[in-house]
């Protein structure tokens, strides 16, 4: 009876060796990727976070909100008043409703935060081959090896292998869980032109959309550790100094 069990476990496992099917859906291992905020004293590089806007502003907010953050926010990014003033004012958001409960508009101001792109979920479906985009301001935080991972989805497109089938309106993604995804390619070289003039390859714009998603993730980022700083150099000077007084304080007793 040992022998028959052992046979079929040597079957079965076979089988899984020369079948593609049981990795169809396995992803492969994240590249890993440097960033300025990683490490105890990372921060946030104010260019990458600049370009990163750029990004989502003319590619991901079609579709994609960013509801945790204000336009006030960006200040953080570098720009001046009047420019975050210019930005806010492309955008109409609704401020209460007329005498006939129709939505009131006005252009956009610094203490508004990011407006949904569409109106609801079901018309976010209905744009999106039934799939409702995230909220972006988390979305770092959301994934494991968020930064990693977001960056990787963005470039993991390519065409799919021989056999497999997607379903109509979806595409091949590498990093996503089943690897068919709702979202069609989002970057293509040259797709923005950067007011600093760096070349806008893939690579370099899924890399500054993923830190500026990063900052938008935890804009607080820089200040905590920078005060996480400040507390272990406290730390380490009181420690010294009381190590000090200790010993003088036993020094005088044993005299």
């Keep these: 009876m040992n022998h028959r069990f052992l046979r079929e476990i040597f079957i079965v496992f076979l089988n899984l060796l020369i079948s593609d099917e049981p990795w169809a859906n396995q992803q492969p291992p994240l590249p890993q990727e440097k960033w300025s905020f990683d490490q105890v004293f990372g921060t946030y590089d104010r260019a990458e976070l600049q ?147 760096t070349p806008a390859t893939v690579d370099q714009m899924a890399h500054d959309v993923v830190t500026f998603l990063a900052w938008a993730s935890e804009p607080e980022m820089e200040e905590r550790k920078h005060l996480g700083v400040k507390i272990l150099t406290y730390l380490l000077v009181f420690t010294v100094l009381m190590g000090l007084v200790k010993r003088r304080t036993w020094r005088r007793l044993e005299e």
């Design 51 to 197: 370009r990163g806007f750029q990004v989502y502003q003319q590619v991901c907010s079609t579709c994609h909100g960013l509801s945790h953050i204000s336009y006030r926010h960006l200040k953080a990014l570098g720009f001046s008043e009047a420019k975050i003033k210019a930005i806010a004012a492309q955008k109409e958001v609704q401020d209460g409703v007329d005498e006939e409960g129709n939505p009131l508009k006005r252009a956009g101001k610094p203490s508004d935060y990011f407006p949904n792109p569409f109106v609801n979920e079901k018309a976010a479906r209905a744009a999106n081959n039934g799939a409702n985009p995230p909220d972006l301001s988390l979305i770092i935080k959301a994934r494991k090896e968020g930064p990693h991972y977001v960056k990787a989805l963005l470039k993991g497109y390519i065409e799919p292998s021989v056999g497999i089938q997607l379903a109509p309106g979806m595409s091949y993604n590498l990093y996503f869980s089943g690897h068919q995804i709702a979202m069609a390619p989002p970057l293509s070289d040259n797709l923005v032109q950067y007011a600093d003039g």
